[in-house]
C-alpha cells in the first residue's frame, strides 16, 4: 500500500492505529479479506477486524 489513507480506506477510524503502526516499524498491509494486517519482524501479526459481521460475532460469544 502506498499511502496511509489508502491503508484506512472506508473507514478513517483505523487512520490512528495506522499512523501509530508505522511510527513504531510495523509494516500495515490490508488481507484479501479486508483487514488490516500488522506486520513487525520477530512479532506474531496482528489483524483488525473490518465487517460488521465481525462485531456480531465476538459478540454471540
Known amino acids: ?4 489513507p489508502e ?3 472506508e473507514d478513517p477510524r483505523f487512520l490512528a ?5 508505522l511510527r513504531e ?3 500495515v498491509r490490508r488481507t484479501p479479506a ?5 506486520v513487525k ?4 501479526p496482528i489483524f483488525t477486524r473490518s465487517l460488521v ?9
Open 17 to 21: 492505529l495506522i499512523e501509530f503502526a
Open 34 to 38: 479486508g483487514q488490516l494486517k500488522l
Open 1 to 4: 500500500m502506498s499511502s496511509t
Open 53 to 61: 459481521s465481525d462485531d456480531r460475532a465476538s459478540l454471540s460469544t
Open 41 to 44: 519482524p520477530g512479532l506474531p
Open 25 to 27: 516499524g510495523w509494516d
Open 7 to 9: 491503508r484506512c480506506r
